[in-house]
């Protein structure tokens, strides 16, 4: 073979050896990064109000600016709302959302950008529609530091809501936020948790529809926040796995407390039972009921009163009143006829008397032996 035909096929070589090179390059060169406000996903709009009544077909929507519903809104499973900041869902007197998914395709709302309180949560407003249904609905970074991933206000007419298996986390503010006296019947199985002010904040006559299988845990403020309110209703009030916070309560209805509540008052706050009204505690071992204070000094807030009621149920046993006191007593029997049986508590730290009996009034009359006093100021059983 000639040199010349060497030297051509030697090219021909190291032609081939250059393009297999930079195809190889190529091939394995990372791809660009995509673009981060590209994410595949087809989000249609959700931008006006709905006026008549609307079902949306399974799909991923996009929340912008306060959309109000006066009429009927039925979201179904699968279907997912990304909520713009500052946007809202308020549902009206007029209207309804029926939002119903399931265990394995949950309905969910979540923020666009996703820090606590991004956008303004979903409200129920005076709507009291037995249409209105959240099942396993998942409620995301909604609700500013005053209110809640789900707000709920009763104010010139009855708002109701059955709410079940759902999820409202990270709200910078509550879980759930109550204002008026909402019905809540149906409320179970619900996870109110990741919140920063705390599960729910609501009424005391409201606190009659908490169930056992909720979650009210792992939130910044750990604590059921009870506004000021009265008991109208009978209930009872369960230990939910975290204490109560509470200012004035004020019981009208029949309210018993079960084994394990603690609930902690805030600054001048108290408890008053009323003439129709009666307030029973039973503890029990291991499981004592307690009312304190959220500030742990004597006379911090003013202490349980009852005044003008001799219901047989206002039994206090195995419960520890602790820190009260501001004016009166730790317990304070006013305004006879007012009857109260208190057996193995404790009255504690109060800046006045452990117990406080008008004229009048009636407490069993071995109360100083069977009960522990410990550091009263003023006593132990004031007359």
């Known amino acids: 073979m000639t040199g010349r035909r060497l030297a051509s096929l030697g090219a021909v070589a190291f032609i081939l050896l250059t393009g297999l090179i930079l195809i190889s390059g190529a091939a394995c060169s990372p791809a660009p990064p995509p673009d981060d406000d590209d994410t595949g996903d087809d989000y249609t709009p959700l931008d006006a109000d709905i006026a008549t009544d609307t079902t949306l077909p399974v799909g991923l929507y996009d929340l912008t600016g306060t959309i109000h519903v006066t009429a009927g809104l039925t979201l179904l499973s699968g279907t997912t709302i990304r ?207 307690i009312l304190t204070g959220v500030t742990q000094t004597p006379g911090s807030w003013e202490g349980l009163s009852y005044t003008n009621t001799s219901s047989p149920s206002n039994n206090l046993t195995l419960v520890t009143i602790e820190y009260g006191g501001a004016t009166s007593a730790n317990l304070s029997l006013n305004t006879a006829p007012v009857r109260v049986f208190a057996d193995n508590c404790t009255f504690a730290h109060s800046a006045t008397c452990g117990i406080y009996v008008a004229a009048g009034g009636t407490i069993n009359p071995e109360v100083a032996t069977i009960n522990d006093f410990i550091d009263n100021v003023s006593g132990e059983v004031c007359r």
């Open 83 to 289: 909520c713009q900041p500052g946007s809202s869902l308020i549902i009206e007197s007029t209207g309804f959302l029926n939002a119903v998914g399931t265990a394995g395709s949950p309905i969910t709302f979540t923020g666009a950008t996703q820090t606590r309180g991004s956008w303004g949560g979903i409200s129920f407003l005076d709507s009291n529609s037995s249409s209105n249904r959240l099942e396993y609905v998942n409620i995301q970074y909604g609700g500013s530091s005053d209110s809640g991933g789900l707000f709920l206000s009763s104010t010139d007419g009855m708002t109701g809501v059955l709410i079940s298996h759902c999820t409202v986390g990270q709200s910078a503010g509550s879980g759930l936020y109550v204002v008026g006296d909402v019905d809540l019947n149906g409320f179970a199985s619900n996870a109110l948790t990741q919140n920063a002010q705390g599960p729910c904040v609501l009424p005391p006559n409201v606190m009659q529809y908490l169930d056992l299988d909720s979650d009210y845990t792992g939130n910044d403020q750990p604590s059921i926040v009870l506004s000021e309110g009265t008991v109208t209703d009978a209930q009872i009030w369960a230990d939910l796995g975290v204490d109560y916070q509470a200012t004035s309560i004020q019981v009208a209805g029949d309210l018993t407390l079960s084994p394990g509540v603690i609930i902690a008052f805030t600054s001048g706050g108290a408890m008053n039972v009323q003439s129709t009204g009666s307030l029973g505690a039973v503890g029990a071992p291991g499981r004592e009921i």
